[in-house]
């Protein structure tokens, strides 16, 4: 009889195949060990959707704008960066030139940022010149953070601004306040939810741009028309909560507080009690009472610890299916170790680098965000 050998299986990240199979007592030590090797030069920054396992060992916890805020502050030389890859890109953006930024999988994307590409927003621009002459005059180019640094950096160029879903109804009314239009993209809920429910501009007056269309699917007259173009991207986590998935809880708990997420739909923002960013969601339910329920519409790593820090209160995914944000949780305790111990052995692995060029306007967009959220 022929006797086959297989291969031993290999993980996703061939690179961290060596920590393949170790305990997560051995891995938590080890990471503790390259951790202590590195000292003050060495920040982990974790995002709030980041898996248990890795988020523990983060000295900084944030939502996108903490932890640009933070990126921008630290002092190490080393930022060990668990979220995704626009996050790692607008720390390096925003650094100092001497710092590194690492991101442990490199495959750690974001759906919605990978929804706007550079060439599209390029060609969209034209087709607005066309239409409306002179788009820098007319129409105010405003990115989610949730994007490339290339399209960060066309929009630093044009005189416009990053925002997050903590300052967005700043930007917005600053951008309201400079330009007679705006393009958001790529999250059309965001920006959906900014311009009509926090400013009051009319949805008649928004249009949904479809970048795969000529003028987007529309005649040049509803352009001029319009004063918002919503970019048709969205967040593939957020995107699944549904109005009705809110009625089933009330229905169940008569009594239970929803709350979600700004990149959920307007029918299910509309349909719940409260909406914030992941900061503003944290912070409402720690301060909530004893015995109160919360049906949360957000990334499922985050609503599973928001009930383990509030164990006084019921917290439940609104949704009945698990939304993870599955490209965040790419980034484990392995490849974390890896990136430290070759790290504490002073070789850099998986290096976030932009080119000098877009990071200079990049960090124009994201700098004007900065200033702006701080008045
Ligand atoms: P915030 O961190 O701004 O709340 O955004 C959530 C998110 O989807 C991050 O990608
Ligand atoms: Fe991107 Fe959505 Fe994941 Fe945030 S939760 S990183 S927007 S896919």
Partial sequence: MTVITLEAPRTAHDHAADYAGMSTDELDARIAAAKAKLGDQLVILGHHYQRDDVVKHAD???????????????????????GVHFMAESADILGRDDQVVILPDHSAGCSMADMADIEQLEDVW??????????????????????????????GAHGGACCTSSNAEKIVRWSKAQRPKMLFLPDQHLGR????????????????????????????????????????????VHAQFRPAYVDAWREQHPDINVIVHPECSLGVIRAADYVGSTAYIINTIKNAPAGSKWAVGTEINLVNRLQTHNPDKLIVSLSPFACLCSTMYRIDPEELCWVLEHLAEGEVVNQIEVPAAIKRSARLALERMLEISAT
């Avoid at 640009?68 to 080393?78: G, H």
């Avoid at 529309?218 to 991207?233: N, S």
Wanted: hydrophobic share 45%; net charge negative; aromatic share 10%.
């Fill in 126 to 155: 034209e087709e607005l010149e066309q239409v409306l002459g002179a788009a820098d005059a007319q129409v105010m180019p405003i990115t989610y953070v949730n994007s490339t640094a290339a399209v960060k950096a066309f929009v």
């Fill in 60 to 82: 900084l916890t944030g939502d996108s704008y903490g932890l640009s805020v933070d990126a921008c502050r630290t002092a190490a030389q080393y930022i060990v960066f668990c």
């Fill in 193 to 236: 939810y900014t311009a009509h429910m926090q400013l009051g501009v009319p949805l008649e007056k928004m249009l949904v741009w479809n970048p795969n269309q000529r003028y987007g699917g529309h005649t040049p007259e509803a352009i001029r028309e319009a004063e918002v173009f919503l970019w048709a991207g969205h967040c593939s």
